[in-house]
């Protein structure tokens, strides 16, 4: 049996985002049969409690979580999460006192930016599936309003990344990179690790997806769009809007999400005289809710200006709903061709016009070529599960503990590189 240390920073059952995938790591390696301890952060009271009622009502699995936070809380939260990377490593020695492990995985915050410590173990770690390497096309940086500086920042400290001796240290160190996109293989590449593995981080519950794809009629009503998500700068959801206003078909768009103050979103939608045609409640909506909306909606809006993956996108997709999206970043990937629209980022007027031309493209399409646009799509998010996560991550355990494959911890290895998978 194996017995595999989880470093979670953030944890929580039944959310998505971060918080769902360090709870689907911890759930779905415990069901295969794995001994995991999870090192995480209390996020709440709530979280703990329902943390610990699962695993009452689970005690066939073996699964223990470890809460600990950092003494002093900053307003900077990755400054916050550098810090617990480094009560990390003192937990998990305190930890190796009385318990033994055989590997080391990182799952959450899932970023190259603040690689984790616990190489200083001496155990075989897993780092990954991370993302931080894709930066927000110049072109459009308006759209971050106010953000625009910080972001810019961001774009020139990910630049400077490969200059990073320590960088290239801690990176050396881990014994399997998993790298969420290829903007992130490139940056990994770069850092010395051309052996990153491809995997991106996003997955669902085999509970999730639909029976089968949609199979659409005639349109009977205005198309309606669907935008769901956290209304930060780089989700970027003016640029939906621009692109509804250009829209001439009889066109909706529903937006599920908050994050921003409701008067700025009501502007928003009232100076490009929208009223009529955005749906929007300034409210966190229950997930079942959220669910039942993808299933209601004839195509889903995809405009994020920077995302390691995008799991609304793979929501959409497991439920048969057909994508219009960039085609940057994971989601660029993620995407098929045969699944949706993935409109090229050169220009602000550019995005508007093509991501307009495509709603107005996929409005005229038949029935028959938009049910077989829903086929593509679920077809391909079947194999997107938590379940076949948890199985890819057993085999580069496997991999690393049985080798000759394997990478050792300090940098050496006894093959230059490891097996690269299909994004999976």
């Known amino acids: 049996m194996k017995r595999v240390l989880l470093s979670a920073y ?3 059952p039944n959310r998505g985002s971060e918080p769902g995938y360090g709870w689907n790591w911890a759930i779905h390696l415990a069901e295969r049969g794995m ?8 996020m709440s009271q709530e979280q703990v409690d329902q943390i610990k009622a699962y695993c009452v009502s689970h005690p066939d699995l073996l699964i223990r979580f470890s809460f600990f936070n950092v003494e002093l809380r900053l307003r900077n ?9 480094w009560r990390a490593v003192r937990e998990a020695k305190k930890l190796l006192k009385t318990e033994t492990y055989d590997i080391i995985h990182h799952v959450t915050f899932g970023t190259v930016m603040i690689p984790t410590q616990l190489w200083r173990l001496n155990i075989p770690v897993v780092f990954g599936p991370i993302g931080g390497g894709q930066t927000a096309p110049s072109s459009m940086m308006e759209y971050f309003g106010k953000a625009q500086w910080k972001e810019r920042w961001r774009t020139l400290m990910t630049r400077a990344l490969p200059f990073s001796p320590l960088h290239r240290r801690w990176i050396s160190k881990m014994s ?9 293989s490139e940056l990994l590449r770069l850092l010395g690790r051309p052996d990153a593995q491809p995997l991106h981080d996003t997955a669902l519950p085999e509970s999730f997806f639909a029976l089968e794809p949609r199979t659409f009629e005639a349109l009977a009503e205005p198309l309606r769009l669907l935008w769901v998500g956290r209304l930060l700068p780089r989700k970027a959801i003016p640029l939906a809007l621009d692109i509804l206003a250009k829209v001439e078909v009889p066109c909706t768009l529903t937006i599920i999400g908050d994050g921003l103050e409701e008067g700025v979103v009501r502007e928003m939608i009232r ?3 929208l009223e009529d045609r955005v749906f929007w409640k300034p ?3 229950p997930w079942t809710e959220v669910r039942d909306a993808y299933g209601k909606h004839d195509a ?9 993956v995008g799991v609304q996108l793979l929501e959409a997709m497991a439920l048969g709903l057909p994508v219009i999206t960039l085609g940057i970043h994971g989601g660029g990937e993620l995407v098929q061709d045969e699944a949706g629209f993935k409109i090229p980022v050169h220009s602000k007027e550019q995005v508007v016009r093509d991501a307009a031309a495509a709603v107005t493209q996929y409005a005229a399409m038949s029935p028959e070529a938009r049910s077989l646009m829903s086929a593509a799509a679920w077809s391909f998010a079947k194999s997107m599960t938590w379940p076949r996560r948890a199985a890819i991550a057993e085999e580069i355990y496997d991999r690393i503990l049985q080798g000759p494959n394997a990478r050792v911890p300090g940098g050496t290895s006894r093959d230059a590189t490891l097996p690269v998978r299909l994004f999976t």
């Open 176 to 184: 399997a990179v998993l790298a969420t996109n290829r903007d992130t």
């Open 300 to 308: 889903f809006l995809f405009t994020s200006l920077r995302d390691s």
């Open 35 to 42: 001994d995991v301890r999870v090192l995480t952060r209390v």
């Open 283 to 285: 409210e966190r909506l």
């Open 271 to 273: 100076a490009r005289g």
């Open 10 to 12: 953030s944890c929580f």
């Open 77 to 85: 939260a990755g400054l916050n999460y550098a810090m617990w990377q």
